[in-house]
């Protein structure tokens, strides 16, 4: 039989059931000397088949999960550059969630962070293809319009000298709500700016 780790007997179902049996060898062994001879073996038999049973359990719902769990924290944190800031706050969502089912002691809420888990997997793939499919478009613009700068500011370039006044417009753009809900806002008449030298 594995040494016994009391850490191991998570689960308030299994550890009642171990206590019960520990209870009863007890029982037999201080009042009935001549059947605990006969009948230690079996009981003994019995308290390890719960203890396994446990260990069963313990490794399917419980320690399966907490090393996936560790692992995908590990994977957030390397990949936190390659996806957007919601995604990361909706992942942390996820990995609350899982640990949350890791930390309650019976088995049965363990088991439920598979699930979760599973889920959060799918999610970081598919926020990390669209941060680098949206990194790769961007890519592209970027080496379009490094081809045709030249031309465009060859057309709108303006002179800036002090004491002039030029004619400009303002763009604002505020994006708390995420790169692509950003709220833009332009000025509706060109404003003088002189410059001073």
């Given amino acids: 039989m594995e040494a016994f780790d009391p850490s191991k007997l998570r689960d308030p179902d299994f550890?009642?059931?171990?206590?019960?049996?520990?209870?009863?060898?007890?029982?037999?062994?201080?009042?009935?000397?001549?059947?605990?001879?006969?009948?230690?073996?079996?009981?003994?038999?019995?308290?390890?088949?719960?203890?396994?049973?446990?260990?069963?359990?313990?490794?399917?719902?419980?320690?399966?999960?907490?090393?996936?769990?560790?692992?995908?924290?590990?994977?957030?944190?390397?990949?936190?550059?390659?996806?957007?800031?919601y995604h990361r706050v909706q992942a942390r969502q996820m990995m609350a969630e899982a640990q949350a089912c890791l930390e309650a002691p019976a088995y049965a809420e363990n088991a439920k962070a598979r699930a979760v888990l599973d889920r959060l997997e799918t999610f970081l793939s598919a926020a990390r293809r669209e941060y680098a499919a949206c990194e790769e478009a961007l890519g592209r613009w970027a080496q379009r319009l490094g081809s045709i700068a030249p031309e465009v500011w060859a057309e709108e370039a303006v002179q800036l000298a002090p004491g002039e006044t030029v004619k400009i417009g303002f763009a604002v753009w505020e994006g708390s709500n995420g790169e692509r809900a950003g709220l833009k806002a332009f000025s509706k008449e060109w404003r003088a700016l002189e410059l001073e030298g």
């Fill in 15 to 85: 550890r009642a059931r171990y206590e019960a049996k520990l209870a009863e060898i007890e029982a037999v062994r201080t009042r009935h000397t001549f059947l605990d001879y006969s009948t230690r073996n079996v009981l003994f038999d019995e308290l390890e088949a719960i203890y396994r049973e446990n260990l069963v359990e313990y490794d399917t719902h419980y320690r399966q999960n907490q090393l996936r769990w560790e692992e995908l924290e590990n994977r957030l944190q390397s990949e936190a550059t390659e996806l957007y800031p």
